[in-house]
């Protein structure tokens, strides 16, 4: 199974943009990137996922590297309500997700 | 439209007691998940569901006992709980469980063993 690596933690700006990385260098071909926060210890609240293009919602964009090694989910203009716990687990095959540690996102007036 | 409760919320019991968390969904989804996460790590795979009557082994089932007779139940029983499964757990539910599925989170149990 894939595994992931993030920065511990990142701060960011009121109304910038928040770029967090993370790197999944043994994935397999057929293996998505989720992308999850997580507020004060509630359960994981689904943003994003994606296989090798890059992808946009309402809530962020991610864009996955050509290699697909690595990722990046953006939040366009982050608020105070961006402030989590992000995790970016992958899923097999067989649907299972795998989550790393997540890096804590600090957004700061 | 409730999605995915857990019960109870909060739970403190003591060593070698047996103690049952719930999880419900109200989508019909196939495919249901126990997670446990403790304090300053990510979230763990215990067992998970594929349909009724069809479970299987995760990361970390060791001490846990799983059933799931109905669809829309997945409870999970410690059968002689020990301090080393003081956690947060979490239930989350899939429609078919392929890679494409989004996975919808519980709010958590937050258990305590004394």
């Known amino acids: 199974d894939a595994k992931t690596t993030q920065p511990p933690s990142m701060d960011c700006a009121e109304g910038r943009a928040a770029n967090l990385p993370c790197n999944h260098s043994?994935?397999?071909?057929?293996?998505?990137v989720y992308w999850y926060r997580q507020i004060h210890s509630q359960g994981p609240q689904y943003i994003i996922h994606?296989?090798?293009n890059n992808e946009t919602n309402e809530m962020a964009s991610l864009i996955i590297t050509e290699d697909r090694k690595s990722s990046t989910l953006i939040l366009p203009h982050a608020t105070l309500r961006d402030t989590a716990v992000y995790y970016c687990?992958?899923?097999?095959?067989?649907?299972?997700?795998?989550f790393g540690q997540g890096t804590t996102l600090q957004v700061k007036p | 439209d409730a999605g995915i409760t857990q019960s109870p919320r909060y739970k403190i019991t003591e060593t070698g007691r047996q103690v049952t968390l719930m999880c419900h969904q109200t989508?019909?989804?196939?495919?249901m998940f126990w997670y446990r996460q403790d304090l300053g790590h990510g979230l763990r795979l215990i067992y998970y569901?594929?349909?009724?009557?069809?479970?299987d082994k995760g990361e970390v089932p060791d001490g846990y006992v799983v059933s799931r007779s109905k669809t829309e139940n997945f409870p999970l029983t410690l059968e002689s709980a020990t301090r080393s499964q003081t956690s947060v757990y979490f239930c989350?539910?899939?429609?078919?469980?392929?890679?494409?599925?989004?996975?919808?989170f519980g709010p958590g149990t937050r258990l305590t063993v004394l």
């Open positions: 989350a539910s899939s429609e078919l469980g392929l890679s494409t599925d989004t996975q919808y």
């Open positions: 043994t994935i397999s071909g057929n293996e998505y």
């Open positions: 994606g296989l090798k």
């Open positions: 687990p992958i899923a097999s095959n067989t649907g299972k997700l795998i």
């Open positions: 989508w019909s989804h196939s495919y």
């Open positions: 569901s594929a349909a009724a009557d069809i479970t």
